[in-house]
């Protein structure tokens, strides 16, 4: 499994249909999971592992500090056929700090640790960690190093590093991915100064030109809200970041393929629009896209609306954005 791109964990974007879509657009992508506490997991009424088997590579993003209950979850989540494990060192939110777990463990490295170990110790799938570059006045360079030194000495070789701190009190977590200042520097350090471990870095990153900046220095680029509002971004991921000869399907043909997709998501009870609203930045820059995006916002919630409903939007866009 080769980690050049990759699609950020996002809670409530990147569920099981929208990583359906994207997979339609890129095939190499590994694609992450939203974050999944191992409460939710271990006491849930839900099947929060579920998934579809076209997703893969895959990779669950785990919410939880408690070592027994992270290894019991990365074990399910082997068995059920995931790709990796990932655990939340980054999220700020203070739901997730009242769970003693996100990006407050930082300050806890020797805890990370052991849930790495424990995690480790009962999957063969990689272990790894998606963390920030510090944590409210613990932003010096020596802290970072501190926390992956401690974390690969148990066995993480794989680190994502969102290149911004996170200020625990006083922002709310989407202020959290905006005012601290990003400097991929830190995360560029890493990986000069820890140079066998894998290291990729996240935030901010628009386009497909800065992801090979980024990997001028870097094994990984991972990519969220702009792979979110902006999908097709990733047509180009393939061919530019993997080397991939294969042509990407066009706009259009994403379309057709999400419409048996969506039948038998309605088809099993659910709705048009749990699957159509991930679908909505398709085509982002193309004339018609406002078009595609208030047709599907006016009618897929509507009671009764159903697969065709792709069909017909596609059908409302101006010619040349039919064939896009
Ligand atoms: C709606 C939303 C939900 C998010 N949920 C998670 C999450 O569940 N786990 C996590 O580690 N990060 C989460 N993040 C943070 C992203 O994974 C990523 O680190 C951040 O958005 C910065 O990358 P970007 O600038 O490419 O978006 C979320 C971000 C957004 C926008």
Not at 38 to 46: C, E, N, Q
Not at 107 to 132: F, H, N, Y
Not at 245 to 260: D, N
Request: net charge negative; glycine share 8%.
């Amino acid at each position: 499994m080769k980690r050049t791109f990759s699609v950020a964990p996002m809670l409530d974007w990147t569920d099981r249909h929208y990583r359906y879509f994207a997979r339609l657009i890129s095939r190499e992508a590994l694609l992450y999971t939203e974050m999944v506490t191992t409460g939710a997991i271990i006491h849930g009424k839900g099947d929060y592992l579920a998934f579809n088997e076209e997703e893969h590579p895959l990779a669950l993003q785990l919410g939880g500090s408690n070592p027994q209950d992270l290894a019991h979850c990365a074990k399910l989540a082997a068995e059920r056929g995931y790709d990796e494990v990932n655990l939340n060192v980054g999220c700020p939110s203070d739901r997730v700090q009242n769970g003693r777990f996100g990006a407050c463990l930082m300050a806890e490295p020797a805890l990370v640790a052991e849930c790495v170990t424990a995690m480790r110790d009962v999957v063969d799938i990689p272990v790894t960690v998606k963390t920030r570059i510090g944590i409210d006045e613990q932003d010096s360079y020596g802290f970072l190093t501190d926390f992956v030194g401690t974390v690969a000495e148990a066995g993480c070789d794989i680190f994502t590093i969102h290149a911004r701190k996170a200020w625990l009190k006083g922002l709310s977590p989407k202020e959290n991915r905006e005012i601290p200042e990003l400097n991929y520097d830190r995360a560029y350090q890493i990986k000069r100064d820890f140079s066998a471990l894998n290291i990729s870095v996240n935030g901010g990153v628009k386009s497909l030109d800065e992801c090979e900046v980024h990997l001028q220095h870097l094994d990984g680029v991972m990519v969220g809200r702009e792979a979110y509002q902006d999908p097709y971004m990733m047509a180009g991921v393939d061919s530019r970041l993997y080397g991939a000869t294969s042509t990407p399907l066009s706009r259009a043909q994403v379309v057709e393929r999400m419409i048996p997709y969506l039948e038998r998501h309605i088809a099993q009870g659910g709705r048009a629009n749990h699957v159509t609203r991930h679908m909505l930045g398709l085509f982002n820059g193309m004339p018609g896209a406002r078009q595609w995006r208030r047709y599907l916002a006016q009618n897929a919630h509507l009671p009764g609306a159903d697969a065709q409903i792709l069909a017909a939007a596609l059908a409302s866009l101006p010619a040349d954005a039919q064939a896009a």
